[in-house]
């Protein structure tokens, strides 16, 4: 029974080790969760910013979400390195401009 | 009196004379062109002269100036070479795999460059040198409408007859987008009774630029009237004038936007 159970674990092991080695080569294991992150917020950010195209088809409920998104979006952007962060920030602040003029010119109306 | 007005005239033809020689002195193949310094100094380089004719007869305003992130005024970017390294600026497209017209574009910064890749800093960073470019202005203008005073490209037309077709999509550094609905063109009242009243084509401007790269910066506001342009500023590099006259057509092509016939 011992030796069965010996058997059980070494296998298990085996296992999980075969399973997350190619995993943890491509680096999926420690910053895993970093990976994942930016991934998530570079869909945010693309599906923020690919409105600007249609903005002044947009209501002003709409307008104001997506204002509200791109303010959540980018403390998250700020904490990328410098590079990424200084290309994000400016680009994210062109979609939020173009969002806040439309806006404020339907405002005006 | 008479003395006076005829020296007065004079005067002026003499300015205008002037004025119109010193912008024939900006050659087509340099009209547009900027010359970037931001840190080559300290990289030991020569500054990078940045061809507008060659890159935006492949490639709309909205690619580079908002996809990519490239500022509307020379040198305020701060392009690095560690920035081109990783695929930004640059980067996005001379990253030594992407490719045109089924070549490589070259990679624009390498990190502990050989003598060989040396050589390639040059093809950009070619301010003050003697640069046997890849590209040559002549022959490459030689089937393309030209127009104005200058004999410049005429890109519109030129995009309109197929001879260029401007990309306005980079796989993985542009989003996808809607379609795009294009605003109505407008009339904006001229200042002078002499001068026809001005044709705005949104669509024109919108098929190269988008939205953003115009609003809010260049023009705050879309109310008509709220703004008072005049040609001083515009000729100051404001409002219309921060792309024409400097990459796009000149001000001295006055019937391009002044093309509403006077009542």
Redesign the interface.
Same mark, same amino acid.
């Given at each position: 029974m011992n030796k069965l159970k010996i058997f059980v674990v070494v296998l298990v092991a085996a296992i999980s080790i075969l399973l997350l080695a190619p995993a943890a080569k491509e680096g999926m294991l420690s910053p895993a969760g970093a990976a994942y992150a930016q991934d998530d917020w570079k869909k945010e950010f693309e599906a923020i910013c690919s409105k600007t195209q249609d903005s002044a088809a947009l209501s002003p409920d709409e307008l104001n979400n997506l204002v509200d998104r791109c303010n959540k979006l980018r403390p998250r952007i700020e904490k990328l390195d410098e590079t990424q962060r200084k290309v994000y920030l400016k680009r994210l602040q062109m979609c939020r401009d173009l969002f806040a003029f439309v806006l404020e010119s339907k405002e005006k109306k | 009196m008479r003395l006076l007005k005829a020296f007065l005239i004079g005067l002026m033809f003499v300015l205008c004379a002037d004025m119109v020689a010193a912008r024939r002195m900006i050659k087509p193949s340099e009209y547009g062109s900027v010359t970037i310094r931001s840190f080559s100094h300290q990289a030991g380089l020569a500054p990078v002269r940045f061809d507008h004719w060659l890159h935006r007869s492949l490639y709309t305003c909205r690619l580079c100036h908002?996809?990519i992130?490239f500022?509307m005024e020379a040198n305020a970017t701060r392009i690095?070479a560690?920035?081109n390294i990783?695929g930004?600026?640059c980067g996005s497209c001379h990253d030594g795999t992407r490719l045109h017209d089924k070549k490589i574009i070259f990679a624009s910064c390498s990190v502990n460059a050989t003598p060989e890749e040396r050589m390639r800093c040059s093809r950009c960073h070619s301010v003050g040198k003697n640069v046997q470019k890849e590209y040559n202005y002549a022959s490459f203008a030689e089937k393309l409408p030209k127009g104005g005073m200058e004999e410049l490209i005429d890109w519109e037309k030129a995009e309109a007859r197929g001879l260029i077709h401007p990309v306005d999509f980079l796989i993985g550094v542009s989003?996808?987008?809607? @379609?795009?609905?294009a605003?109505k063109d407008f009339s904006i009242t001229s200042r002078s009774t002499w001068m026809p009243d001005i044709i705005f084509s949104h669509k024109k401007h919108v098929m190269w630029n988008?939205?953003?790269v115009c609003?809010?910066?260049i023009f @705050?506001?879309?109310?008509k009237g709220v703004v008072k342009y005049s040609m001083l500023q515009i000729a100051n590099g404001q409002y219309c004038g921060l792309c024409h006259d400097r990459v796009a057509f000149p001000l001295n092509e006055c019937d391009k936007c002044h093309a509403n016939p006077v009542q």
């Open positions: - | 908002v996809d992130g500022a690095t560690d920035a990783k930004f600026y989003m996808q987008r809607q @379609p795009l609905n605003q988008g939205c953003e609003h809010p910066d @705050p506001s879309v109310k």
